[in-house]
T-cell receptor
Framework: AQSVTQPDIHITVSEGASLELRCNYS??????LFWYVQSPGQGLQLLLK??????LVQGIKGFEAEFKRSQSSFNLRKPSVHWSDAAEYFC????????????FGQGTTLQVKP | DVKVTQSSRYLVKRTGEKVFLECVQD?????MFWYRQDPGLGLRLIYF???????EKGDIPEGYSVSREKKERFSLILESASTNQTSMYLC????????????????FGDGTRLSIL
């Protein structure tokens, strides 16, 4: 069965430091992968998506993610974190059943220290 | 930009009440979804729909029903609210018909925080 794992429930980084949030997926074919961000009290906002082609994907707010098929990973990165990046981040994969369902990871909460 | 609007940000109801959560999208999307979000459990899919008057059960449909009478509107109904349905409810929509749905990102509303007393 398809699944998405975000190994880190909570991460704390200092403002200005680099960030990497991990995401591993389980899927037989080429996956359709997404990263979302959720600020406190808000809905989810799409950061970036990967369908095919270049394995390094650029998103909004200075985020990027790299698809590594050999590691079944789609890690999210940002070179320099801002205090406004504090939020919860969700990785998701498009379900193979063509229903439009997304399989979400459990989420990683990012705290940014001044 | 896609706009998904949920009718209430906060809602307080009593056990046994019938509760309606409304969601409207303005992008003519075929597909609409209802999730609940609880700490430590992530997002769980309740119901979804990819056409008017059509609905499919998600992972946790018990205690809920849905209605989609118009393409832009998808309602979640708690038939008889219980305290274990206190949660954040998120509505989402996506485009794409047969053969293309799974490639499409979902666009989310701001959520309804529902408390059942």
């Amino acid at each position: 069965a398809q699944s998405v794992t975000q190994p880190d429930i909570h991460i704390t980084v200092s403002e200005g430091a680099s960030l990497e949030l991990r995401c591993n997926y389980s899927y037989g074919a080429t996956p359709y992968l997404f990263w979302y961000v959720q600020s406190p009290g808000q809905g989810l906002q799409l950061l970036l998506k990967y369908f095919s082609g270049d394995t390094l994907v650029q998103g909004i707010k200075g985020f990027e993610a790299e698809f590594k098929r050999s590691q079944s990973s789609f890690n999210l990165r940002k070179p320099s974190v801002h205090w406004s990046d504090a939020a919860e981040y969700f990785c998701a994969v498009g379900a193979s059943s063509n229903t439009g369902k997304l399989i979400f990871g459990q989420g990683t909460t990012l705290q940014v220290k001044p | 930009d896609v706009k998904v609007t949920q009718s209430s940000r906060y809602l307080v109801k009593r056990t046994g009440e019938k509760v309606f959560l409304e969601c409207v999208q303005d992008m003519d999307h075929e597909n609409m979804f209802w999730y609940r979000q609880d700490p430590g459990l992530g997002l769980r899919l309740i119901y979804f729909s990819y056409d008017v008057k059509m609905k499919e059960k998600g992972d946790i449909p018990e205690g809920y029903s849905v209605s989609r009478e118009k393409k832009e509107r998808f309602s979640l109904i708690l038939e008889s609210a219980s305290t274990n349905q206190t949660s954040m409810y998120l509505c989402a929509s996506s485009g794409g018909g047969q053969g293309a749905r799974f490639r499409q990102p979902q666009h989310f509303g701001d959520g309804t925080r529902l408390s059942i007393l």
